[in-house]
């Protein structure tokens, strides 16, 4: 099996980041981080590849939004990815660089779309009275949050839970679920065909779900 080129899109810590090195190094996950890439040059997640695999730089260091989406689309497309993660990434990306990397890029996002898309997930779902929460993988699409469903982690919503508690949940989830869906997808077995998600080879109508083991199924 040839190993599957990641780049990465991050804003902050990076633990989603963290966890995919240490799938790396466990071997669980056949791939390579090719880059990492941040809007923020002191994020911390810039800290956790090698130097030569960082790039960090703030919009306002151009231009205007197209002249930074271009460099950034420029660095990226040098990486030569296979798959672009945006795992905590906090800049919505315009329609020309989305389609740039059509059917590469994928987003991790903390709530089970399509509800609460945006910001302050874990707030709404507690006003809106949810039973349950958690995360999302989708394809990047240029409108926000929108892209096809790929797989999801659920966790109850607790009896006195607050936005932090719930925050710290879903965060438990996050992570398998995002090596559960890079596994698939380095493999080749979930793919995007023209804009439909598909699962060894059919299309993919719902999104694939991750049990206790930390696998995927339908």
Request: charged share 20%.
């Amino acid at each position: 099996m040839s190993i599957c080129r990641i780049a990465v899109l991050a804003s902050g810590r990076g633990s989603n980041l963290q966890a995919i090195v240490d799938a790396i190094a466990a071997g669980r996950l056949q791939a390579e981080i090719v880059g990492v890439f941040s809007d923020r040059p002191d994020a911390t997640a810039l800290e956790r590849v090698a130097a030569d695999r960082r790039w960090g730089h703030a919009p306002k260091e151009f231009s205007d939004r197209a002249a930074y989406e271009q460099a950034l689309g420029d660095a990226l497309a040098a990486s030569a990815p296979d798959w672009i993660v945006c795992a905590g990434y906090m800049r919505i990306l315009g329609a020309d660089f989305v389609q740039r990397f059509n059917g590469r890029l994928v987003n991790i996002h903390p709530s089970l779309l399509p509800l609460h898309k945006g910001l302050h997930t874990h707030a709404r779902a507690l006003e809106a009275g949810d039973s349950e929460h958690g995360a999302s993988v989708h394809l990047v699409v240029p409108e926000l949050d929108a892209g096809a469903v790929l797989a999801q982690a659920r966790v109850p919503v607790l009896a006195g839970d607050d936005a932090q508690t719930l925050a710290e949940r879903v965060l438990a989830v996050e992570h398998p679920l995002l090596i559960a869906t890079l596994e698939l997808l380095c493999a080749g077995r979930l793919a995007e065909r023209e804009g439909q998600p598909t699962f060894d080879g059919h299309p993919l109508f719902s999104p694939l779900a991750l049990d206790s083991a930390g696998n995927l199924n339908r």
